[in-house]
Nanobody, 124 residues
Framework: QVHLVESGGGFVQAGGSLRLSCTAS????????TAWFRQRPGKDREFVAS????????YYTDSVKGRFSISRDDDQNTVYLQMNSLLPEDTAVYYC?????????????????WGKGTQVTVSL
């Protein structure tokens, strides 16, 4: 069973940056497609970004393109989400997930493995 743990969330002012980390145990992220989802207050969960197994493609939802960047460090078995130019509407719980299928994923896709999430709060 793959165990995913997110970290790096917190409070930041609009325009600031945060880097989220997702570290795995029990499996190599290089063999999965790893994705970030988020759930904003009062909203359904939505797909944010994914990076495919091996050296496959990355995908982003339109609202974060040009601001967020997903990457993977195979030595650390960790996937990162670099978030720049943050907006108040980026406030959400961010979840890391892994699946054997390729991305991108529908917002309600049932990924094989999920982390417990990390809170990101962006203030004006």
């Amino acid at each position: 069973q793959v165990h995913l743990v997110e970290s790096g969330g917190g409070f930041v002012q609009a325009g600031g940056s945060l880097r989220l980390s997702c570290t795995a145990s029990g499996g190599a992220l290089s063999t999965f497609t790893t994705a970030w989802f988020r759930q904003r207050p009062g909203k359904d969960r939505e797909f944010v970004a994914s990076t495919s197994w091996g050296r496959g493609p990355t995908y982003y939802t339109d609202s974060v393109k040009g601001r967020f960047s997903i990457s993977r460090d195979d030595d650390q078995n960790t996937v990162y989400l670099q978030m720049n130019s943050l907006l108040p509407e980026d406030t959400a719980v961010y979840y890391c997930a892994a699946d054997l299928a390729g991305g991108p994923f529908p917002d309600d896709y049932g990924m094989d493995h999920w982390g417990k999430g990390t809170q990101v709060t962006v203030s004006l």
